[in-house]
Structures are given as C-alpha cells and as structure tokens.
C-alpha cells in the first residue's frame, strides 16, 4: 500500500527566502508526481506534474524534482512572497490512477 | 475552457440522513475521482468514475456510492450520514490516456453533520 510523507508539517519564513518542500512515498512504481497548493477551505490547485520518467519541473518560481528510485520529491519555492503562504500537498498515482496523498506542509511567508 | 464545478458549497445535515454531491467535469474530461478531506488531512480516495463505470474503490462503506453520466458529470451519495462523514469533498476530473492523468479539482462541497 502506498504512503506518501510530508515534511515538515509546517513551516514559516521570512519572506524573500528560497525554501525547499519534501515528499515521500514508500512505492517507487508510479506513473506520476503532482504538487498542489490548497488555501484555507478551498479547493486544490495543480502546480506541478512530474511524470514518472522526468527529473523535474519549473513552473515560474516553482521548481519541483523527482527521485523515483529513493521514493523523494521535493518542490522548491524560490523569493518566497506572503502570497505563497497555504498547505502544499503532494499527491503520487499508479495503476490504480488514484492519487495518494501526503498530509502537507503548510507554509507561512511573514512579511 | 470551463474548470470543475462542484454543488452546493456548505451543507449540513444530521446523523442519519441522506446527501447528493454534484460535479462537473473539465471540458474534454471523461474521469472523475472523489476524495474526502478531514480537517487537517490530506485527501483520501473514494472511487473512480471512468465512462459511467466504477474504476476503482477507496477504504470506504457500501453508504458511499457514486454515479457517472452521459455528459461525465457525476453525483457522491452518501447514506446514513455519520458525525465523522464531515469533511470536505473533492471532486477531479482527468483525461485519461494511460500514464499522463493529470487530475484537476473543483473547489469542494464542505459538509457538517451535526
């Protein structure tokens, strides 16, 4: 059964820092890797997708890469802004194409 | 392109009763998944509707069942409500060609059961 980590579980820095997100699963036979990010009580937001043959993903500010042999995931948020502050998720699909989520890390940027 | 609608917002209902939640997929999309999200959770997976047919099964009780229709629009039913069935509901739609299903939300339906 696949499980995902996140770590850590929450985080706050000052804003203008680079900070890195970590995620772990315990199955390296995946098709795919999404990071979401999720505002207090809404919705998911896809940032990025990593399929399974792919390093990495740049996306703006957001870089996200893949080790599918060592089951990690990290996403990387560059001068980071107030407005990045929310709980990124990482979620990890297989055959079944359900995805499996980590619990997040919720993100605090202080002014 | 229209995103993934859900229906209603908030709902509350009491211990027993019954609830429809309603999706609309992504323009294009014929998969629609279901998740549940508690408080400070990740989602967990409750099924899987791929052209109208159930395509996979979370950890949950017959009292969740789920339709897909015509259009890939889809209902969540729940039955004999539980005060821990409160959560907020997801719902994805995807394209699926194989490997590269990419999963898009809506916006979720919060439920309380009181």
């Known amino acids: 059964k696949q499980e995902v980590t996140q770590i850590p579980a929450a985080l706050s820095v000052p804003e203008g820092e680079n900070l890195v997100l970590n995620c772990s699963f315990t199955?390296?036979?995946?098709?795919?890797l999404q990071w979401f990010r999720q505002d207090p009580g809404k919705g998911l937001t896809s940032l990025l997708l990593?399929?399974?043959?792919?390093r990495e993903q740049t996306s703006g500010r957001l870089n996200a890469s893949l080790d599918k042999s060592s089951g990690r995931s990290t996403l990387y948020i560059a001068a980071s802004q107030p407005g990045d502050s929310a709980t990124y998720l990482c979620a990890v699909s297989g055959s079944a194409r359900q995805l499996t989520f980590g619990s997040g890390t919720q993100l605090t940027v202080l002014p | 392109e229209t995103g993934v609608t859900q229906s209603p917002t908030h709902l509350i209902k009491t211990r027993g009763q019954q609830v429809t939640l309603r999706c609309s997929s992504q323009?294009?999309?014929?998969?629609v998944s279901w998740y549940q999200q508690a408080l400070g959770q990740g989602p967990q997976f409750i099924f899987q509707y791929y052209r109208e047919e159930e395509n996979g099964r979370g950890n949950f009780p017959p009292r969740f069942s789920g339709l897909q229709f015509p259009n890939y629009s889809s209902e969540l039913n729940v039955n004999a409500l539980e005060l821990d069935d409160s959560a907020l509901y997801l719902c994805a739609s995807s394209l699926d060609t194989g490997r590269n299903n990419e999963q898009f939300f809506g916006p979720g339906t919060r439920l309380t059961v009181l």
């Open positions: 990593i399929q399974s043959s792919q």
């Open positions: 199955d390296s036979a995946i098709y795919n």
């Open positions: 323009s294009g999309h014929n998969t």
